[in-house]
């Protein structure tokens, strides 16, 4: 257990831009390991990093566990299925026992809004806190690693031009996506119907349309976000034919994005709704690639939080320490 | 590692510290290029024209200084050598006795470094450990032949069977001196200084 400030990852918007590129940076040098025959750091031997997982995820949880593994720590996966949460230990409790087994980090995903800023927060824990997507709030690591590939394909973010299209009101991808693409000085156009566009969407650092197509041709790039039904309790659109002939897309549309331009995808893809599988298996697609370099980007955050006597990125406590 | 922090005297005064002696150069610019060209020519002799010999730097010093034995080397025999940067910082071993550092750059030239004499180029030996964390990193990299040390500076005060097998000068310092290195790539100028901890740091 370090014996400095304890510090969290919990929103894009706690970032200083100088926080923001020192994480990229310190994933550029990661991201170099992939080629090499050992592609394990001795950095965080004897650390322990919980993933704490309430809802289901593939790609992140695996990204995390396997940026913790190649720095050496220890990984313990939690999944609310299969656990005692199943039997309705609360979060609390559960958080009392991780700090009983000695958690330097936890990874939190939680469905509920402010998950992991409760379990940061609440005095629960001393352990450092990273957001892995809360509710339809913030989902940090995520936003970091599509700038890590915005930077990595078009040579920086200084005046870029980003459009979010899709289901913005419950995407904390696009959320954590805007703040930190304004942070680091791009143009974020977020794209959707009227009805998953959020409320008090004009107060956000960015601009909006109901219509994709004018906006393509003066995209430096294009974020598709994907089609949440797990998170729709009522008819958002008519049918999933006319979102995907509006707001889908696919070669036509790909055609009127400027030469350079990529398509980005955080995944899980429905293919046919708000990507074609020939868009999403083109050159011009990142998605393999922002997979890749999650990796890397995680394990900046986790090696800047844990890696020293005190973290190097991050918000300070609130409350007292226990 | 040198230290680089050099606290002005108005500084030491506004922390009620005793003003420590200026730096005194030790080493001016001729002789730092003197003893990297001795070092070049000891590289060519030991090594009988260094055929698979790789220079690897330690950032941030060291790789510059990699770069010009490189050149030197080149001006002697006609051919470069495969020259590259080694960043040690996350085999250190006091990761968790200062906050978490910015990564250096790590440039293994192409062809690797196994089978090959790697021979480390830092500038300043002093406890050893920057060089145990090096022997570290360069096994996760490959199986070098065998590893030789090149230094600009040897202080003193090992604290682990290391030695050089390169050495520019040999400068004997108490603990509480500071030996700072300049390369006119970085500093604009080449020289050695020689000064004295704030008492309040002396010991560490």
Redesign the interface.
């Known amino acids: 257990m370090s014996a400095g400030p304890r510090r969290h990852l919990l929103s894009t918007a706690d970032l200083s831009a100088e926080d923001a590129m020192l994480i990229l940076d310190t994933a550029a040098e990661f991201a170099r390991l992939a080629d090499r025959p050992i592609k394990k750091l001795p950095t965080l031997r004897g650390r322990t990093v919980v993933n704490l997982f309430y809802e289901d995820s593939t790609r992140t949880r695996i990204s995390f566990e396997t940026a913790a593994k190649r720095l050496s720590a220890d990984v313990i996966n939690f999944s609310a299925k299969g656990s005692s949460v199943s039997k309705g230990e609360s979060l609390k409790d559960t958080a009392l026992t991780l700090e009983a087994m000695g958690a330097d980090a936890v990874v939190v995903r939680h469905w509920a809004s402010g998950g992991a800023h409760r379990l940061a927060h609440a005095g629960w824990i001393r352990s450092a806190v990273v957001n892995a997507g809360d509710g339809t709030h913030e989902h940090p690591t995520q936003a970091l690693l599509d700038a890590y590939t915005l930077r990595a394909r078009l040579g920086g973010l200084e005046g870029r031009r980003v459009t979010v299209v899709g289901d913005v009101l419950h995407s904390r991808v696009a959320r954590s996506n805007v703040r930190l693409l304004a942070t680091l000085g791009a143009e974020v156009t977020l794209v959707a119907p009227p009805t998953l566009m959020p409320f008090g969407v004009e107060g956000w650092p960015c601009s909006s349309s109901y219509a994709l197509d004018p906006v393509l041709p003066k995209s430096d790039a294009v974020m598709m976000l994907r089609v949440q039904r797990e998170r729709m309790d009522q008819a958002f659109f008519p049918t999933e034919r006319e979102y995907s002939r509006r707001y889908g897309m696919h070669a036509d549309r790909m055609a009127q994005l400027p030469e350079h331009a990529v398509v980005m995808h955080p995944g899980p893809m429905n293919r046919g709704l708000e990507i074609s599988a020939e868009v999403a298996d083109s050159a011009r697609s990142t998605v393999t690639e922002q997979v890749a370099n999650g990796v890397s980007v995680r394990m900046a955050v986790l090696y800047l939080l844990l890696g020293g006597s005190e973290p190097a990125i991050g918000t300070e406590d609130e409350g007292e320490r226990r | 590692m040198t230290d680089v922090t050099v606290p002005t005297a108005a500084e030491n005064a506004a922390s009620g510290l005793r003003a420590p002696a200026p730096m005194r150069a030790v080493l001016d610019a001729a002789a730092v290029q003197r003893a990297l060209t001795r070092i070049a020519h000891e590289i060519l002799e030991r090594t009988q024209g260094a055929d698979d010999a790789v220079l690897l730097g330690i950032p941030t010093r060291g790789a510059h200084l990699a770069a010009r034995l490189a050149r030197q080397i080149a001006e002697v025999e006609g051919r470069t050598l495969p020259h590259g940067t080694l960043?040690v910082t996350?085999?250190r071993d006091d990761?968790?006795?200062?906050?978490?550092?910015?990564?250096?750059?790590?440039e293994i030239p192409d062809g690797g470094v196994d089978g090959k004499l790697v021979v480390l180029v830092d500038d300043v030996l002093f406890s050893g450990r920057t060089i145990r964390a090096a022997l570290?990193a360069l096994a996760?990299?490959?199986r070098p032949r065998a590893v030789q040390l090149a230094v600009l500076v040897d202080r003193g005060h090992r604290e682990l069977p290391i030695r050089a097998d390169y050495v520019g000068k040999n400068l004997p310092t108490a603990q509480r001196e500071t030996v700072q290195v300049r390369l006119a790539e970085i500093d604009r100028e080449d020289a050695v200084l020689l000064g004295t901890k704030p008492e309040r740091e002396a010991g560490r």
């Open positions: 960043d996350m085999y990761l968790r006795l200062r906050p978490a550092r910015t990564l250096g750059h790590t570290d996760d990299l490959g």
